[in-house]
């Protein structure tokens, strides 16, 4: 009985740290979709053999306006949409035809482009943020659930293993 009651013990202690690796993972992705749920754009949206979309920052310290004038300037056929915006960096949506992007690149290099891989997301990020928020809640009840069998089997072992001595 001891040694079942110990491999209860260890089987609740792993479900546990799982479950709080999971909430990591979670909590990890949720923040990672933050700056991008301004968009109604589903993340998979990816470049097509005419047009070119990259999510992707560019650095705050020069004003957003810039940055557009600049990639109007390279071409007509071009978009640049500000997402979110930090201390740091500006979170935006680069849209242009494959014909222009070359040169808009070219020009969005000056204000520090980064292309941002946003793949393995389907949907908005609002819908994966909602999806998120759901299983970050029940992820906390099966943590509590988890934490409250640990210390009543915990409160069972000390017994059991006063026993075995005893035996």
Known sequence: AGTRAVE???QKDRE???????QGKLTAQKAAL???????LPLESGSTREMLVQFG??????????AQRTVEEASELAQLTQANVDRDVRYC???????????VLQALRDFGW?????????????????RIARELEQNEQESAQAEQQLAQL?????????????A
Do not use: Y
Not at 93 to 100: G, P
Not at 157 to 162: F, K, M, T
């Open 114 to 130: 980064f292309r941002m891989n946003l793949s393995g997301w389907t949907g908005t990020a609002k819908e994966n943020d909602q």
């Open 57 to 66: 920052t560019l650095t705050a310290a020069r004003p957003l306006e810039e």
């Open 93 to 103: 949506l680069l849209v242009c035809h494959t014909s222009a992007q070359e040169e």
């Open 8 to 10: 209860a013990v260890l």
């Open 16 to 22: 546990a740290a799982l479950l709080q690796a999971e």
């Open 154 to 166: 915990t409160s069972l072992a000390e017994p059991i293993r006063q026993a075995a001595d005893r």
């Open 34 to 40: 933050a700056p991008w749920l301004s968009l109604d």
